[in-house]
């Protein structure tokens, strides 16, 4: 090969400085272009559908239920309309005392916490439990334990009022008992309620005990109306029991 055929031989290969500092430069261009085009892509249209993930997407939450009874500490009979409180979210229980509650697993959850559980009902002390939830069969049966006294008899002889009161957390939890009679105003004809302090004569055994009051005939409001009476009385606690007698 001579020399002149050489020269051009290595000039078609082998490219100068200037040829390298353009196609640099070309290079640097087409970055810059791709970029610009890459964001008015992801801008106009929605790039989930191919980076395959959505960040406003709604987490999706794993719920289970948890289900039981409640009944009564003493008599076992089911306890209706108890409330049954779990991570904010309450639910009542039917006449059989059985009840469903929806429940949202938590990180808690996954290392086997227990979960607070509050479960109360009228006249029933409050009960509060914890439980274990697993996402499947989740059951808390429990039983109240029933606080208000409960007046089991009243009658009146000869003006005097007894009744006969129990309470499960003993007669000595008793704290009053009132007979509520009513009298005729004499000017305006209408009934008048009037609380009268029973007095405790003594205990039947640990859980009753017997009352006694007394009942005029007349006061300054007017006289006795003879068609019915009641009975209320009060814990320690504050629950009560009203109970409606006829003369």
């Known amino acids: 090969m001579n020399h002149l055929h050489q020269g051009a031989f290595f000039q078609h290969f082998y490219p100068t400085y200037d040829d390298a ?9 087409c970055e ?20 395959g993930f959505n960040y406003n997407a709604d987490k999706i939450e794993n719920t289970t239920e948890i289900t039981g009874k409640i009944s009564n500490l003493f008599t076992g009979q089911p306890v209706a309309r108890a409330v049954i409180e779990a991570q904010g979210r309450n639910t ?8 469903r509650i929806t429940y949202i697993l938590g990180d808690d959850d996954l290392f086997l916490r227990e979960a607070p559980v509050r479960i109360s009902a009228q006249n029933y002390l ?17 039983r109240l334990e029933y606080g208000a006294p409960i007046i089991q008899s009243g009658s009146v002889v000869d003006s005097i009022t007894t009744a006969q009161v129990f309470d499960y957390q003993g007669a000595a ?6 007979t509520i009679a009513f009298y005729i105003d004499d000017s305006t004809r ?10 405790r004569v003594r205990s039947l055994d640990d859980l009753t005990a017997e009352f006694q009051g007394v ?3 007349s006061l300054n409001t007017g006289k006795l109306s003879r068609t019915s009476y009641q009975i209320l ?8 029991d009203l109970q409606i007698f006829s003369f």
């Open 21 to 29: 500092i353009m196609f640099k430069n070309h290079l640097i261009l």
């Open 32 to 51: 810059i272009v791709a970029f610009f085009a890459l964001a008015v892509f992801t801008s106009r249209c929605d790039s989930d559908k191919f980076t």
């Open 92 to 99: 009542t229980t039917s006449p059989q005392g059985e009840y």
């Open 126 to 142: 409050v009960l509060d439990t914890a439980l274990v939830v697993f996402p499947t069969d989740n059951e808390l049966n429990a």
């Open 173 to 178: 939890d008793i704290d009053s008992v009132f």
């Open 190 to 199: 209408q009934l008048l309620p009037e609380r009268l302090r029973m007095r």
């Open 215 to 217: 009942v005029p005939d």
């Open 233 to 240: 009385a009060k814990d320690k606690t504050g629950f009560t």
